[in-house]
């Protein structure tokens, strides 16, 4: 069965996206390539306990199994070692991509308090986009008593071709709650 998010990309952006920028083929149209969410847990390198959970906490999050992130050299000042496990990865592509996409759209950032929108601004030079989220609980799939840290996480959305302008028209057509200007 094809995610809802993907039904809507193929029915209603690419038309849009295709009048809107002047593109003539459809393969020309951005399109979603991945998701990495990444978690730094610095408190890791004092109890690997709290490096478990938030292993935990990602694979319950994307519903799919994550990587341990290690340091790729030591830094004496924060007591870490080289080859030392400091965070925790996934990256969700194809269907799962845009069911996770869906969720994090329609029922995790409306959770957030105070929610203004997230921010235009967040897109690097190749298209791509990042979104931190400070508190893993506004999950609907972690369960808030038995939460020991609260962690933050980074959401990037990694775009096959296009620019920032057209990206960030595709994640608006997807149904991003950017800020207004």
Do not use: H, W
Not at 19 to 44: S, T
Not at 73 to 96: D, M, Q, W, Y
């Amino acid at each position: 069965m094809i995610p809802r998010l993907q039904k809507t990309y193929k029915d209603v952006c690419v038309p849009k996206m295709k009048e809107k920028f002047n593109i003539k083929n459809d393969f020309a149209v951005p399109r979603l390539e991945k998701i990495v969410i990444n978690m730094g847990v610095g408190k890791a390198i004092s109890d690997i306990k709290i490096l478990d959970a938030a292993v935990k906490d990602l694979e319950t999050i994307s519903g799919q199994k994550a990587v341990t992130t290690r340091a790729k050299k030591a830094i004496s000042n924060f007591k870490l070692r080289e080859n030392l496990p400091i965070g925790c990865k996934v990256t969700l592509r194809r269907s799962k991509m845009y069911e996770f996409l869906d969720r994090l759209i329609s029922i995790v950032l409306p959770r957030i308090r105070d929610f203004n929108g997230v921010s235009r601004k967040a897109f690097d030079k190749q298209g791509n986009y990042t979104l931190g989220i400070t508190d893993q609980s506004i999950f609907p799939e972690i369960e808030t008593g038995k939460l020991q840290n609260i962690q933050g996480m980074d959401i990037t959305i990694v775009f096959k071709q296009g620019d920032p302008e057209q990206n960030l028209e595709l994640l608006t057509l997807l149904g991003m709650p950017f800020t207004k200007k």
